[in-house]
């Protein structure tokens, strides 16, 4: 029942706004167990030794257990996986939940969660039992930082870190989620590194078939089919179908079109899937080392590793 006075002053603010953010219900008196953490000091914490390299993926998830085990002002979670998120499920989809302070359920559907903890494993960011997120899922989904002008009821917390399609965490003070934040690409950044490595590894009987033909297949009609099909929906601006046909054409043969994998690498670029673009521009090359618009290849690769892009 060791609430703090400036938690319990929280959580009157937290019931006082139900009106602006539907039905707001507190758990705060739940287990609130744990001391105060001292003040968040950038400067202590693995994001911090990033930029130098000084990190490793086990250290980085470690810090990330020790900053998300327990926030005084609490974390505003939103979940994205499907779950069944009525009102009457709550407890369910919060098995397992620590320190819980309050439930955010217009309609009787929980949009928002605050909690004190978030627990992380060597595998897993979890809020409960049901509400988690595996490491391994950033390798296909991104994570971005936001700060938010308008805020939910009257929480404060505008700081948003967002594991797309999946899991949003909200914060107070906009130094933290920019760790967070950090420490969350860090692991992803690692994750897809041994990943783009696995498929380029993959990839290299395909590109030693390649370079020991003497004379390269033509495009057939069928593929040709597929490349229209293609440029049309990149017209359209329907990226993703673009590069399902332009999938369709390598299919069909993988050698007589290596410039799809060139084209694939743009169109994900395009939509900021930069993970993506690198490993199709990677293919490219070692298909076509010699090509006119290697250099040009190259330095795409560059720019996109700056952005996002495994390395």
């Known amino acids: 029942m060791g609430l703090n006075r400036r938690a ?31 003040p968040f000091v ?35 979670v939103r979940y994205y996986k499907p779950h069944d998120a009525s009102k009457a499920h709550m407890w369910d989809l919060l098995a397992g939940a620590k320190n819980l302070y309050s439930i955010t359920h217009p309609n009787d559907q929980v949009e928002y969660v605050l909690v004190a903890t978030i627990q992380v494993s ?29 805020v939910t009821g009257n929480w404060d917390h505008r700081y948003d870190v967002i594991v797309q399609g999946v899991m949003q965490l909200s914060f107070e003070n906009p130094e933290f989620a920019q760790c967070v934040a950090e420490e969350l690409r860090f692991v992803q950044q690692t994750l897809r590194k041994a990943q783009q490595d ?22 057939t009609e069928e593929q040709r089919k597929y490349i229209v099909q293609a440029n049309i929906m990149i ?32 169109i994900s670029a395009q ?14 090359l070692l298909l076509v080392p010699e090509a006119e618009d290697a250099r040009t ?11 996002g892009g495994a390395q």
């Open 8 to 38: 319990c002053l929280f959580v009157v603010c937290l019931l006082a706004g139900c009106g602006l953010a539907g039905c707001v219900e507190d758990y705060g008196g739940a287990a609130i167990s744990q001391p105060a953490p001292p």
């Open 42 to 76: 950038r400067a202590e914490h693995a994001c911090a030794a990033l930029s130098a390299g000084k990190a490793d993926v086990a250290a980085v998830k470690r810090d990330l257990a020790g900053l998300l085990g327990f926030v005084k002002e609490g974390i505003a």
């Open 122 to 150: 060597d595998t897993r960011v979890a809020v409960s039992d049901r509400m988690y997120f595996d490491f391994v899922e950033l390798e296909d989904h991104e994570v971005n930082l936001g700060e938010r002008k308008e």
């Open 198 to 219: 696995e498929l380029l590894n993959a990839f290299q009987p395909l590109v030693a078939q390649y370079r020991a033909m003497p004379a390269k297949p033509p495009v």
């Open 235 to 266: 017209q359209k601006k329907e990226f993703a179908r673009a590069i399902e046909f332009y999938a369709k054409a390598l299919e069909v043969n993988p050698f007589s079109f290596p410039a799809a994998y060139y084209n694939m690498a743009l």
């Open 271 to 284: 939509v900021g899937r930069y993970y993506a673009a690198v490993t199709y521009m990677k293919k490219y």
């Open 297 to 307: 290849a190259q330095d795409k690769i560059y720019e996109w590793e700056a952005l």
